[in-house]
């Protein structure tokens, strides 16, 4: 009921860049502890025409963010992701693009959990070469499984900037499928998606729908996760690569 509320008072243009390429598994920062996350994404062979007039191309582009997430409860962190920067794209150097705020509310000790789930809500203030509109906002649901060595997560994502209704709710879902080799490392298959508005999905072929192939390895000094990217339709950039470090902090 939470979700839909929310969805009701949030309504985005077709894919942009992004500064976070990750699939949220319910699991949060340990309450009064401080985590720091470094995410990185380059696309060495991507769409040369930007997604909106004076916007960040994707070819060649280099983007990312750093999250800052406080474990307020056990079942609630408070995120902000800032800077969000663009290293580089063709024809623009570097160049700083916003910030968001974020809150992650979750079943708490999701790790444990068989089942889990939680909602994160985004609340992003672009600047114009990163997005068409000023103020956009995201609602991430959290859903999934975990079976042992496996976990399958689910995050049917909806994007809005705020104008439309609810006509331009925009379907982003991301999945993840794990195989957990120890409690250190683990390989997985992703999936991210842009079908477009919920009331009417694009055509297949102009949608956005991009597999990837990731290794996580976690550490008490820096957990990594790093992964290649491939897209399947003419929507999609053609290859993306991603890096995200993380640490706590106290």
């Known amino acids: 009921m939470f979700v839909a509320i929310a969805l009701a008072l949030f309504p985005k243009a077709a894919h942009a860049q992004t500064d976070e390429i990750q699939v949220y598994d319910a699991e949060i920062e340990d309450q009064g502890k401080f985590n720091v996350m470094v995410h990185n994404n380059f696309t060495p062979i991507g769409r040369k025409i930007a997604d909106f007039p004076g916007g960040i191309i994707p070819n060649h582009s280099d983007n990312g963010a750093v999250e800052w997430a406080?474990?307020?409860?056990?079942?609630?962190?408070?995120?902000?992701?800032?800077?969000?920067?663009?290293?580089?794209?063709?024809?623009?150097?570097?160049?700083?693009?916003?910030?968001?705020?974020?809150?992650?509310?979750?079943?708490?000790?999701a790790h444990d959990q068989t089942f889990f789930y939680g909602v994160n809500f985004e609340f992003s203030v672009?600047?114009?070469?990163?997005?068409?509109?000023?103020?956009?906002?995201?609602?991430r649901p959290i859903v999934g499984l975990h079976l042992h060595p496996v976990d399958i997560v689910f995050n049917p994502i909806v994007d809005t900037d705020y104008t439309g209704g609810?006509?331009?709710?925009?379907?982003?879902?991301?999945?993840r499928i794990a195989y957990n080799v120890n409690d250190k490392w683990a390989a997985a298959v992703e999936e991210y998606a842009d079908c477009g508005p919920l009331r009417h999905f694009l055509p297949g072929n102009d949608q956005l729908h991009e597999v990837w192939a990731v290794m996580d390895r976690s550490?008490?000094?820096?957990?990594?996760?790093?992964?290649?990217?491939?897209?399947?339709?003419?929507?999609?950039?053609?290859?993306?690569l991603k890096l995200m470090l993380s640490r706590d902090l106290n």
Do not use: C, M
Not at 76 to 93: H, I, K, M, N, W
Not at 166 to 175: G, I
């Open 166 to 175: 609810f006509k331009n709710l925009e379907f982003v879902p991301a999945t």
């Open 70 to 109: 406080y474990g307020v409860k056990d079942w609630f962190e408070q995120g902000l992701y800032f800077p969000v920067y663009t290293a580089y794209s063709d024809g623009r150097g570097g160049t700083l693009n916003g910030f968001k705020i974020r809150e992650l509310f979750v079943k708490p000790h």
């Open 126 to 139: 672009n600047y114009k070469y990163w997005e068409s509109k000023r103020i956009t906002s995201e609602v």
């Open 219 to 240: 550490s008490k000094t820096v957990s990594i996760e790093t992964g290649i990217g491939f897209g399947v339709t003419a929507g999609a950039d053609k290859i993306t």
